[in-house]
């Protein structure tokens, strides 16, 4: 099986970025709504295969996306509203994040039957 | 600043393993004893770099572990109490996982005054 919060990745080798990230207490409204936008447009986004989010109680989260390139990266990296909302990010919600590019070497799931 | 949930890494190259997991709504407390004592090891485990692990109230979660080399996750994945603790993941804890196992190529943080 596989949960909704799962992503329905490739073989391997594909691209992830993992960005990890602790909220400030400022304006959860606002966030939300980026938040919102920003996932819809990321799966818009050529190249996109899958995005697993968690935050916690503390505001402390990690989201991981998966792109099938380091092209379909910089594409989104250059996105108009992406860039807008990296600075809203920077300025008001992110008290601190840390991001990381990684090329995915091998993947497998569980349990199995 | 960093905060007590971000891990301390090097400059890349380094590697990540990937954990996003679905816990059943079964043995909360053995559970947690568990994953205590996994960090625990994990943490004292050769090639060890840093992890950042967080779950949601729904159970999702995400746990990155981050390591000097290959050889080193192979390590951590040889220990006896890794192993005895996977069977009992599978067993009970997960309804599902995904692991992913990549060569982080770029990395930053934020925000920067």
Do not use: N
Request: charged share 20%; net charge neutral.
């Amino acid at each position: 099986m596989s949960g909704s919060g799962f992503a329905a990745t490739p073989r391997p080798p594909y691209w992830v970025v993992v960005f990890t990230s602790q909220r400030t207490p400022d304006d959860d409204a606002g966030y939300a709504a980026a938040a919102a936008r920003m996932v819809e447009l990321t799966r818009q986004s050529p190249g996109f295969l899958g995005i697993e989010s968690v935050r916690g109680a503390d505001g402390l989260g990690i989201t991981v996306c998966y792109w099938d390139s380091e092209e379909a990266i910089a594409g989104w990296r250059a996105h108009v509203e992406h860039a807008e909302a990296r600075a809203q990010g920077k300025a008001r919600w992110y008290a601190h994040y840390e991001l990381r590019v990684a090329k995915v070497e091998r993947a497998y799931g569980g349990p199995h039957a």
